[in-house]
């Protein structure tokens, strides 16, 4: 078989975790979900997942840049692309996440799941976004 791909999805808020992992359920990978961001880098680095969508606000071990730049330092994980959600304005977001990364991307709450999609569609290897699954009939 072949090996799951992952999205990491990083936020404090459950309720927000279960809403990204609906949004996500068309792609053809398997969502893994963290509260912070140490637990978010130590599973950055055993999954090695396609693609992090990850709160900026995070409660207890720095927040979602200082897992970026933690995962940057990484030769495994350098490459991996980012979401950024936040509650924040805009602008003060823009002051924290990376302007020349073209692997990042930031998103403000409440979130739109169509822009998450096409963000996280933007950003995913052609492999991981090939192979939808077919939507239940409702």
Known sequence: TMARK???????DPAILMSIEDALSAFDLTVTTATDAKPAFIQARDLKPQLVICDINL??????TTTLKAMRTDPRLAGIPFIFISGMEADKMKALVPQNDPLV???????????LRAAARALLPQ???????QEKPA
């Not at 409660?59 to 979602?64: A, I």
Request: proline share 10%.
């Open 6 to 12: 992952w999205i990491l999805v990083v936020d404090d």
């Open 59 to 64: 409660p207890v071990y720095g927040d979602g």
């Open 127 to 133: 492999e991981a976004k090939a192979a939808p699954r």
């Open 105 to 115: 991307r930031a998103l403000t709450k409440p979130l739109d799941f169509d822009k």
